[in-house]
């Protein structure tokens, strides 16, 4: 059984930063696409940025510059180092695994077959 388990979300302060987390287990194959995406309230869900098995990486384009995604393939871990964080960048954000390549679909939520319970990112003003 896949599980997905996020950390490293909290409050802070515009200008500040975070790393999120995303430990997977259970999940044996060697091609995947890891996501985050995130949940803004009275918002959509939206993709953040994505990372393929082969570390091909794509960002949303309101976070190109401040946000950067990264794996580490021992740990099965995937991070999410949010930089210059702004008050719109609050929301839950989930992480989520697809077994297949990112593609074009990074940011499709379909495309991912298991996500996380999610971690909260709240940036005061």
């Known amino acids: 059984q896949v599980q997905l388990v996020e950390s490293g979300g909290g409050s802070v302060q515009a200008g500040g930063s975070l790393r999120l987390s995303c430990a997977a287990s259970g999940y044996t194959s060697s091609s995947y696409c890891m996501g985050w995406f995130r949940e803004a309230p009275g918002k959509e869900r939206e993709g953040v940025a994505a990372?393929?098995?082969?570390?091909?990486?794509v960002y949303a384009d309101s976070v190109k510059g401040r946000f950067t995604i990264s794996q580490d393939f021992a740990k099965k871990t995937v991070h999410l180092q949010m930089n210059s964080l702004k008050p719109e960048d609050t929301g839950m954000y989930y992480c989520?695994?697809?077994?297949?390549?990112?593609?074009?679909?990074?940011?499709?939520?379909?495309?991912?077959?298991?996500w996380g319970q999610g971690t909260q990112v709240t940036v005061s003003s």
């Open positions: 990372i393929d098995s082969d570390g091909t990486t």
């Open positions: 989520a695994v697809a077994t297949a390549p990112c593609m074009t679909a990074a940011f499709t939520e379909s495309w991912y077959n298991y």
